[in-house]
């Protein structure tokens, strides 16, 4: 199969031929009909993630195609059906697992990560009756694969772990797919968004997408204006970008008795968090990490019925040949909205 690898973290990745992979007892293969490039792979790629053991190594978190091949032991896929699959992947037999948490699996596999990802035109996932999810018919494959990291992670983080609610004030930090998602997500269930990026076209994306104020942090102190903006502070601040400079804004950007949730990785290293103001006015930090394929039908209710739509998040189609480039430029420039790949179409 064609697939994108790279043989070492920051060495240049190509376009190259790889053994397509075999159904584990428990898994599935997956012909990837789109993916997304995200900029966790731009992490990985780097050697930010210690999961990342094996060279040549194969990139991709978010995809989404048909049931290619099904190991022995799975009992509820069949060849063809249309899935997606969250980016992380649990184990079923963990604590967390069986409470129904497996974003948080003590044994969780990631695609892209743990192993071979989808920049490529098969996948294998394990524990397929636990992680895959099927997909609307109504729903195309390049909006599926922007639900399984950024959209579905923008989701919870907004929904379950920031407990959003209508009227109140929710500024976004960073809006790129993670960042613009929550946006859509938070303006769909009745909240006022405050977007905050140095893009002017991110911000412009954000406005169209339900932001009613928007800021340019390279121009103004975000702090400072968001607190104006909304009153006092927001209600909720998410940081979807992942900096030490970030983090701290958002915090700083609360109410009294407001909630952060963490939602882009950081660098290795804890930053300096303004804890005094943490306790002093009784702040929630909450971290947010996928969302399990259990929960997905909610989120899924809402695509279909257009309150949300992910398809209008991507910007870019692309092809394998083009992921090179595209991949090891976004350490630089990230793109505006989501870029997603179709490893099937011809070069």
């Known amino acids: 199969m064609r697939a994108v690898a790279y043989d070492g973290f920051g060495q240049q990745p190509d376009v190259r031929e790889l053994p397509e992979p075999v159904a584990p007892p428990h898994g599935c293969v997956i012909k990837v009909e789109a993916t997304g490039l995200c900029r966790s792979d731009w992490h990985g790629w780097m050697g930010h993630d210690p999961d990342i053991a094996a060279f040549p190594h194969v990139p991709g978190h978010e995809l989404a195609g048909t049931v290619h091949a099904v190991g022995a032991d799975v009992t509820g896929w069949r060849v063809g059906d249309r899935v997606t699959v969250p980016f992380v992947c649990g184990c079923g037999g963990c604590e967390p697992c069986r409470r129904g948490a497996p974003q948080v699996c003590e044994h969780q596999t990631q695609p892209g990560f743990t192993h071979r990802g989808s920049f490529a035109e098969y996948v294998a996932i394990d524990h397929a009756d636990l992680n895959l999810v099927g997909l609307p018919e109504q729903l195309s494959y390049a909006a599926a694969a922007a639900l399984g990291c950024r959209f579905a992670t923008a989701y919870r983080a907004v929904v379950a772990q920031g407990r959003v609610a209508a009227g109140q004030w929710v500024a976004v930090y960073g809006c790129g ?43 103004t102190d975000p702090v400072a204006a968001v607190r104006e903006l909304t009153g006092g502070g927001a209600h909720l601040t998410l940081d979807a970008l992942g900096s030490p400079a970030t983090c701290d804004a958002a915090i700083l950007s609360l109410r009294r008795s407001g909630r952060h949730v963490q939602v882009g990785l950081l660098p290795h290293g804890a930053p300096e968090l303004p804890m005094g103001r943490v306790i002093g006015w009784e702040l929630e930090i909450l971290g947010s990490h996928g969302m399990a394929a259990a929960d997905y039908p909610p989120m899924l209710d809402l695509v279909v019925s257009e309150r949300l739509r992910p398809d209008a998040l991507v910007t870019r189609t692309i092809g394998l040949d083009a992921v090179p480039a595209a991949l090891t430029a976004m350490g630089d420039a990230p793109p505006t909205g989501i870029t997603v790949i179709t490893p099937q179409a011809l070069a």
């Open 177 to 219: 797919g993670v960042g613009l998602s929550a946006v859509m997500i938070a303006a769909a269930y009745g909240a006022r968004v405050v977007a905050v990026d140095v893009s002017p076209g991110a911000l412009d994306l954000a406005r169209e997408h339900g932001a009613v104020a928007c800021v340019n942090s390279r121009e």
